[in-house]
């Protein structure tokens, strides 16, 4: 080096030992020059290749880019100045050495490369260069050693020397600091860069790179957070990156290209075998064992792979960033224990001291910002990974077969979507910590816990969703107990399991703390003991505690790492199980080739449910011609059903072929109404043609029922259609099948939801020869007998086969079954009837001030008492007619006599919006939620928590005091004295430590458990006493969200953050106590910091809950409209509509990620500013260190900079614990909330209960009796009086919202009485227990609601029966054959919410409930809606024979049913209009003519 420069490299006195320190000239000219050089050749191949991919359109010439272009110019010719200089001084014989050469030369070259990367990065559409930014740095961080050394040698000799290579270097100088301020700031965005149509796109995209570096950009919404609470519309437009559309795409595309690989290897294996499946389809075992070996090499797809493979580069770079932080840990530590020795070293300068300080700050300053990277690649990683998997669990679940659908419940996948997906996100934080340490121990047992709990969880979910859905019921027949006991008993398991998994928690909280710290003692003890020589002294003993710190948090996390690892790879089991359901066979159904004029053909198909079930259709051959009308006739479950879903490609078609040709449209028989208006439920996606629209509400007799909706066609239907009665949900339906005008229609039975006339106004209208649909191919499935004479084609269905077809006349003529069943009827319904219908009587609803509802699967914010109030005030919601859901309301009213036509009231704001959206609250959470959580785990246990923390902390700090003081022991002939007493002290502090985390986490645990315990409870009695009404209002989603999502939280997320919490807070406050202890000056810079950090952390909060707020109000409807969509899969599938499903899947999804991004980097942002007050505190303690050393000794600033070098953890931890227990908290409320609905009256009465044989009469008693749903509301039953003899049979009718319903609903005191009383029998039945008055009557409802579980559990919960009596009431109710049939008999297993058995046949479960409890009075909502006739007289004739002594109450719609009972009753507007003989009535020429005339029976 001497010859290169002409003198000497290095000089330490002149450069470390002195108090002026300067450096060699010549290590000025090299190394410091060559330093940026170095730095930008070697970034140049990654930064390149990196441009290369990445275009973004190229940027205009700016005026900032010329002047940074003509600077480089400049740069470069000052450096290429020295050079030619040099060449001068060479031709004038003066020769220069060679290093004047080559550094002139290297630093022009660099320059001018620097100056060329400025236009080729414009014109790839960089905006902010972050390698130029950090070339320039380097440069300039570079230059001024020699700056500073040009300006002291010059004061020093008075005069300078080398005037131009002098001269130059200034000019360089303030060059490149003219570049690096220039750099700093962006250029415009690029042109023709993918425009940006948003109107509120994310400035991250267009920010520069220290705006990125430190999350600034952010800036602007945090401010805006904090001065007002953050909407919907302040949030930024996704990035393009982020969104489903290009996320799911790729996946997609990976997953596929993943199938098609197994696919190929598994075509090959099936090759060897195929032979053998063919001949012998029975054969013997050695077959079936072939078949078994050959499957274990067929790999399944690997969900995992096309995760990688899509993910994976992404998630690489943020890994990259965190090995760079990695090793920069490593550094502090390392300047602690030059700073240690600094202190003991009295005579070294003082600037080292500064150096070191300065040096610690900037480690600390760029391992923050290192790992801010990290983690928002990591993290929207994770974001992208859930839209990803969302995107593609919602495309399958559209795709999949009904057999597939059967095995995973709609609650199992939307907790795919919602749990499981998130499971994914979570994980990807922590991921890269793994690297850290293997633990197989704890894989094994958190894989045992992780399987059982969601087990759990998921049945426990289920229930609770069937109990609310079938609320009215259980209440209905009193089989509340029965249920609550079974939610309990799952609810045991859960805890039981929880229990388990916070005892191994405790035990790991246990060994993970103790670790770093006997590490730490075994390390000092061993090093002492070893030979009397070895001195701890404080370098050694901080230096090596400031690692074991360090290794403190990996080590903490991995056992949590591992636990998400675990449960991750359980849902991707799940989530991979799902995708890899049978799909639907696109082709199995032919759309193009058909026989010409035919527009259905069917040829020897045979259809089952699923590949493994027995056929249900069997042998079918039928054609239909273009343009006929087709019925399609039969008896309960004979599969009629099932053969308009095999032409419609639901089911699995085993045989034959299948021809349909032209577009669909499907009627399904139980309604499928999105929650949406009512136009765009009928529009379904069209485009919106005036004239159409009102045809069609014409023709299904819609026009009046618009008339009372409050919102007329802009009325928003609630979830499930809840706000419209049965018979107009079917209408609807109807009506968007009759608008899409498509060519071929299948109607499954649309005219049984609604009144006999209404149904013969939509035949004649729109399915008749004369409708709307005439010259369209229609298929009519079918009880009604009316209108079978007018249809070309009749098909006659008998247990899945077709026993004969043709047209009416042909089937009367061939004198087979079919004739002999209509002999039975034609004679109930007069078919000649043929005089107009009055439109005004029909079903009309005046729906004033329904309440449409709407599922809130994952809502998270409570709605407060005052809302709530206010809420229920709005709302007037009534009981149920008609229709599926138990939960129905509608506001019924009578509608005036026959009123002439006059104009449409002016509408109460067009488009009133009847889904009352759960509040998100704004502001702070108030302090007596955490009071309550406390008081749920026991205030004496709370308190001993925060006790034993104290404990712990002083028992921590005691250790390293002591062991500041040991280090400090003086030092005698080479040993030091007392050693074995220092480690035994040190380790009894330890280990006490130690022992008191372990207690302490297990205590909390324990509350934990227990708070969880009661809260349920608590909830869960309260939900079984409360008021029907209370359902009516509110949305199941809503509910069910407090039983799973809150209850989630409070079992398994508050615990472990409040313990991350105390935590963190007593770390935090231990720091700063021995800080100050250690160096009192540093009680000043204190109160600044802890501005700082306290205004940073309001900002943060404030933001970041308003996010996380809107995030899940926002995620609420990703779910409904899932459940939503699985429901209504084969609709969409029918209409074609599957594309915009999934479009407006995405979008929702999208929503939602909108507010989690802004999430997300709220916490990058705060992590780098409160980072840097924690680089702050380590700045002054190591500072104060510095001006105090003589004052102080070398234990003391070891203890205060080992303590500040890990409070940048603690604090950021606290700022994210806050913030998340606030967040989560909140839970509490919500529960506590619904804990404190008001009850209905209690169960039984001490000392009040009837006789046992009570009611022995059945005698019933209305006294002046009126009832309103709920106060505020009109009354709907005004002063009754009248009287039933025991053994009467009474028929109630009158007009739709006469109170029919209502009768029954207050005889069960579902509504309690406004004035007047009941007495059954002479007893007051307001004044004994609830159970005791509603076990004793007997209800067969409206909808037969059945609960998922066998059939012996849907028939008597409490096990009461003998197996005897249970099969006489299945015989009674003509289900005994289907029953035997099944091969677990009276163990069948009913599917959720009974979709196993046809409408019919859980009407006939319904009827058998009735006949086990067989009790004095029975009261009959006329059920018989869905039932052929057949099935409807059989179900009349066991009620005329088994409750012949009993007093049956019947509400008909049918009139023949009570034209043979003893008195009908008939209500209008809530008074007793007629009440006589049926034949009297009759001759009385009243109302109850009006309606037997309307229905030919008079």
């Keep these: 080096m001497e010859a290169f420069c002409g003198s000497r490299f290095w000089d330490s006195n002149l450069t470390i030992h002195t108090d002026n320190p300067d450096l060699t000239p010549c290590f000025q000219n090299t190394i410091l020059a060559w330093i940026p050089s170095i730095y930008l050749w070697s970034a140049l191949p990654f930064y390149l290749l990196y441009l290369k991919h990445n275009k973004r359109g190229y940027i205009v010439l700016s005026v900032l880019s010329r002047f940074k272009t003509l600077f480089g110019v400049l740069l470069w010719a000052v450096s290429w100045a020295d050079l030619f200089y040099s060449f001068h001084e060479l031709l004038r014989n003066r020769t220069p050495p060679p290093v004047y050469f080559v550094t002139p030369l290297v630093v022009g070259i660099t320059v001018l490369l620097a100056t060329l990367l400025i236009q080729y990065e414009r014109l790839r559409g960089v905006q902010s260069s972050g390698v130029l930014i950090i070339f320039w740095f380097l440069s300039v961080l570079c230059a001024v050693g020699p700056f500073r050394s040009k300006i002291m040698s010059t004061t020093a000799q008075g005069h300078v020397n080398e005037r131009f290579r002098f001269t130059t270097f200034y000019i360089y100088f303030a060059l490149i600091i003219v570049e690096l301020i220039l750099s700093c700031f962006k250029e415009k965005p690029p042109f023709f860069s993918p425009v940006n149509t948003d109107t509120n796109p994310c400035p991250e995209l267009n920010s520069g790179f220290l705006s990125r570096l430190t999350f600034w ?26 969104t489903s559309k290009t996320i799911v795409q790729q996946l997609s595309k990976e997953w596929d290209r993943e199938k098609a690989e197994c696919k190929q290897k598994e075509d090959v294996t ?90 610690m700050f900037v480690c600390a300053v760029l391992q923050t910002l290192v790992l801010h990277q990290h983690f928002q690649y990591c993290i929207v990683t994770g974001m992208r990974l859930r839209t990803g998997i969302t995107g593609v669990i919602y495309r399958k679940s559209l795709a999949i077969t009904n057999s597939a659908k059967r095995s995973s419940t709609i609650g199992e996948i939307v907790n795919l979507m919602s749990v499981d997906a998130q499971r994914f996100t979570d994980l990807m934080t922590f991921l890269n910590m793994l690297w850290s340490a293997p633990l197989q121990i704890f894989l094994a047992l958190y894989f045992l816990w992780q399987v059982e709990q969601m087990r759990y969880k998921d049945s426990r979910i289920k229930l609770m969703n069937e109990i609310l859905g079938g609320i009215k019921v259980l209440k209905l027949y009193a089989w509340e107990p029965s249920f609550s006991e079974k939610v309990l008993e799952i609810r045991k398991n859960e805890l039981q399991v929880l229990k388990k998994s916070a005892y191994l928690n405790s035990l790991s909280t246990f060994a993970w703390i103790s670790a770093p710290f006997l590490v730490a003692l075994t390390t000092f003890a061993v090093y002492v003991s070893v030979d009397e020589k070895n001195i701890l002294d404080a370098e050694k003993a901080f230096v090596s505690l400031s690692l074991f710190n360090i290794l403190k948090f990996p080590l903490n996390m991995l056992p949590q790492v591992i636990s998400n690892i675990a449960q991750t790879s359980v849902s991707l089991k799940r989530i991979q199980h799902f995708l890899s359901h049978d799909e639907l066979d696109p082709n199995c159904v032919e759309t193009k080739v058909i026989a010409p004029g035919n527009a259905i053909s069917v040829t020897n198909a045979t259809f089952s449910w699923g590949k493994e079930l027995k056929p249900s259709l069997k042998d079918i051959n039928m054609l239909v011609p273009s343009g006929s009308l087709v019925a399609i006739v039969g008896q309960v479950g004979c599969g009629k059903s099932s053969l308009v879903s095999a032409l419609l490609g639901e089911m699995e078609k085993l045989e034959g072929e299948v021809a349909v040709k032209g577009s669909v449209a499907y009627v399904p028989q139980q309604a499928w109404i999105q929650n949406a208006t009512l136009k765009d ?108 004479p007018q249809v070309d084609h009749i098909v006659v269905l008998v247990d899945g086969k077709i026993s004969e077809m043709g047209s009416y006349q042909d089937l009367l003529k061939q004198n087979k079954a079919f004739a002999e069943f209509l002999r039975n009827y034609a004679l109930d319904e007069d078919i000649e009837e043929d005089e107009p219908t009055m439109l005004e009587e029909e079903e009309v609803l005046l729906a004033e001030d329904t309440l449409s ?34 939960n129905k309301m509608s506001t019924k009213r009578r509608v005036c006599e026959k009123k002439p036509a006059e104009p449409p009231l002016p509408r109460k704001n067009a488009n009133e919006k009847l889904i009352q959206t759960e509040t998100t609250e704004t502001g702070t959470v108030k302090l007596s939620v955490f009071w309550q959580y406390m008081k749920a785990v026991s205030p004496v246990l709370s308190l001993a928590i925060c006790f034993l923390y104290c404990c712990q902390n002083a028992a921590a700090i005691g250790a390293n005091v002591w062991l500041s003081d040991w280090t400090n022991e003086p030092v005698i002939n080479g040993t030091q004295h007392n050693t074995t007493m220092r480690i035994g002290v040190y380790a009894a502090l330890g280990l006490l430590q130690g022992l008191i985390v372990l207690i302490c986490s297990f205590t909390l645990a324990m509350g934990g ?57 007593f770390t935090s406050v231990s720091t700063m106590i021995v800080i100050i202890a250690s160096t009192p000056l540093f009680a000043v810079v204190i109160v600044p910091l802890a501005i700082l950090y306290f205004f940073v952390q309001r900002f943060y909060v404030a933001t970041s809950r308003q996010l996380k707020r809107l995030e899940s109000v926002s995620r609420s409807p990703i779910y409904s409209h899932f459940s939503e969509t699985v429901s209504g899969a084969s609709v969409i599938r029918a209409y ?59 234990g003391l600033v070891g203890l205060s900079v080992s303590y500040a070098l890990q409070v940048t953890l603690s604090l950021n931890w606290m700022v994210r614990m806050t913030s998340e227990l606030e967040t989560n908290i909140v839970a509490v409320e919500r529960i506590k909330e619904y804990s404190e609905t008001e009850t209905e009256a209690p169960w039984t009465i001490e000392g009040k209960s009837p006789p046992e044989d009570w009611p022995s009469k059945g005698e019933l008693e209305f006294v002046n009796y009126s009832v309103r749903y709920r106060k505020g509301l009109d009354l709907v039953l005004k002063g009754l009086n009248l009287q039933v003899h025991g053994g009467e049979k009474i028929g109630i009718v009158g007009r739709t919202g006469a109170g029919k319903s209502s009768m029954t609903l207050c005889l069960f005191r579902i509504l309690e009485a406004a004035k007047g009383e009941i ?6 039945i307001s004044e004994i227990g609830l159970h005791d008055l509603r076990s004793r009557l007997t209800i067969i409802p409206q909808d037969p609601v059945l609960f998922s579980g066998t059939l012996r559990m849907n028939l008597d919960p409490f096990n009461k029966y003998s197996d005897e009596e249970i099969w006489k009431a299945l015989e009674l109710s003509h289900l005994k054959r289907f029953v035997s049939s099944q091969p677990s008999m009276l163990d069948y297993e009913c599917s959720e919410g009974g979709e196993n058995l ?82 009297n009535l009759i001759a009385a020429k009243g109302i109850f003519y009006g309606m037997a005339k309307d229905a030919g029976l008079a």
């Design 1136 to 1194: 074609r509509r599957v594309k915009a499903f999934v479009d407006i899947s995405d979008l929702k999804v999208d929503e939602n990620q909108k507010s989690y991004y802004p999430g997300i980097v709220s916490n990058r942002w705060l992590g780098i500013r409160v980072e840097f007050v924690g680089n702050c505190i380590v700045l002054f303690a190591a500072l104060f260190a510095v001006i105090g050393r003589n004052s102080l000794n070398a």
């Design 1009 to 1065: 458990i227990n708070a969880a315990r009661t809260l349920h409870a608590a909830l869960l009695e309260n939900k079984f006493h409360t008021p029907q009404s209370f359902y009516d209002t509110t949305p199941t989603g809503r509910i069910i969200n407090r039983f799973s999502k809150d209850i989630y939280v409070i079992d398994e997320v508050i615990p472990p953050t409040i313990l991350m919490f105390l935590g963190t807070f």
């Design 270 to 359: 099936y090759m060897k075998k195929s032979n053998h499946m063919l001949n012998h389809v029975d054969d013997g075992p050695e077959e079936a064992e072939v078949l078994i070996r050959d499957k274990k090499h067929n790999r399944k797809p690997s969900f995992l792979k096309a995760l990688l493979r899509t993910f994976g580069p992404y998630f690489l770079i943020g890994s990259f960033f965190k090995l760079i932080q990695d090793l920069l840990t490593f550094v502090n530590p390392q300047l602690l224990s030059v700073l240690i020795g600094f202190i003991k070293n009295k005579d070294a300068p003082a600037w080292w001291g500064f150096l070191i300080a300065a040096l």
């Design 681 to 788: 439920n009928i529009l379904f996606g069209q485009a919106p043609n005036e004239e159409k629209y009102q045809n069609t509400l014409e023709a299904c007799a819609l026009k009046t029922d618009l008339e009372v909706l409050p919102g007329g066609d802009q009325t928003e239907i609630g979830e499930k259609g809840i706000n419209l009665s049965g018979g107009q949900r079917q209408r609807v339906s109807l009506a968007r099948a009759v608008y899409s005008g498509s060519d071929i229609y299948l109607l499954d039975d649309p005219l049984s939801a609604v009144d006999s006339h209404v149904a013969k106004h939509i035949f004649d209208k729109v399915i008749g020869p004369d409708g709307v649909l005439k010259g369209k191919t229609r298929i009519l499935v079918t009880h009604g007998i009316s209108f079978l």
């Design 1398 to 1479: 046809s409408v019919g046949q859980r009407q006939l479960v319904c009827l058998a409930r009735a006949l086990l409890r067989k009790t004095r009075i029975l009261i009959l909502d006329e059920a018989t809606a869905a039932i052929d006739l057949e099935t409807d007289d059989l179900i009349q004739m066991t009620i005329r024979t088994q409750f012949e002594d009993c007093t049956v109450l019947t509400i008909a719609h049918r009139l023949n049913t009570i034209m043979d009972y003893t008195r009908v009753l008939v209500l209008d507007n809530g008074t007793i209009a007629e009440f006589d003989t049926p034949a």
């Design 1319 to 1324: 007495k059954i029998d002479g007893v007051k």
């Design 853 to 886: 509802i709407h599922t809130d699967l994952a809502d998270n914010e409570p709605v407060t008492n005052e809302v709530r109030k206010q809420f229920l005030r709005q709302l007037s919601v009534v009981s149920s007619e008609g229709g599926e859901c138990p």
């Design 217 to 242: 950009w952010f800036t602007s919404m945090a401010i805006h957070g904090y001065k007002k609470p953050l909407e919907e519309k302040d949030l930024w437009a996704l990035n393009e990156d982020d």
